[in-house]
Nanobody, 123 residues
Framework: VQLVESGGGLVKAGGSLRLSCAAS????????MGWFRQAPGKEREFVAA????????EYDDSVKGRFTISRDNDKNTVYLQMNGLKPEDTAVYYC?????????????????WGQGTLVTVSS
């Protein structure tokens, strides 16, 4: 599975962005999907995840109520809608695919990763 993220950019605090993760090589419908991020000088951290069906979602506490993960299996794409962005959300955002049935919040479970897209939030 090849994953390609898009939609990153520079936005002012309080603004919104929608990230997309398009897959090729295999259908995403059999994978749980996750978004992770890594800020400069920090460890990669979990942001959100969604089950293959879309019925189950998980969020890190830092983004609950602001970010929404969704998927369109017909388009083989996963999205991360980010509202109310804060400077501390600045990071490279990665999508990842997990062949497990259970939704995981740790990166070790994920089998495939994209190259990332940079999100910069100015104050």
């Amino acid at each position: 599975v090849q994953l390609v993220e898009s939609g990153g950019g520079l936005v002012k605090a309080g603004g919104s962005l929608r990230l997309s993760c398009a897959a090729s090589g295999r259908t995403l419908s059999s994978y749980a999907m996750g978004w992770f991020r890594q800020a400069p000088g920090k460890e990669r951290e979990f942001v959100a995840a969604i089950s293959w069906s879309g019925r189950v979602t998980e969020y890190d506490d830092s983004v609950k109520g602001r970010f929404t993960i969704s998927r369109d299996n017909d388009k083989n794409t996963v999205y991360l809608q980010m509202n109310g962005l804060k400077p501390e959300d600045t990071a490279v955002y990665y999508c990842a695919a997990d062949a497990s049935i259970v939704v995981h919040t740790t990166g070790d479970w994920y089998d495939y990763w994209g190259q990332g897209t940079l999100v910069t939030v100015s104050s």
